[in-house]
């Protein structure tokens, strides 16, 4: 696989997510969200794979990778930002989590832009 298309695909997954959390944050921030709400759902899911990754589960790793998460500590804390996520309410410190994610998302999938436009220089 090219270097184009790897990057290419990594900004299209972080944007997925970056878009999936930005509006499970507006959801929540309304009170509109409930713990069995697809986005909800699919957030902690995403934070239980990333910080449950396993060697054979590239991916996973690839995304740990991508966002700094490769100490025991941050993975711990990503598994309780998920079991948080499926509690009625989210506290603020776990919004503030959230929030917190999603600006690293973003800024990844910044870094990733400008490594697609020098890769296709």
Do not use: C, N
Request: no cysteine; net charge neutral.
């Amino acid at each position: 696989m090219s270097d184009i298309a790897i990057q290419s695909s990594t900004y299209e997954e972080l944007r997925l997510l970056a878009d999936q959390l930005d509006r499970l944050l507006v959801d929540l921030r309304a009170g509109h969200a409930t713990p069995s709400d697809s986005r909800r759902k699919s957030i902690a899911e995403f934070l239980l794979k990333v910080a449950r990754a396993t060697p054979t589960d590239l991916p996973a790793l690839r995304l740990a990778a991508l966002l700094g998460y490769a100490d025991q500590q941050k993975r711990k804390e990503w598994i309780g930002l998920a079991k948080s996520l499926e509690q009625p309410t989210v506290s603020a410190k776990a919004l503030e989590q959230l929030e917190q994610l999603a600006e690293q998302l973003e800024s990844r999938r910044a870094e990733t832009v400008t490594k697609m436009r020098g890769v296709d220089r």
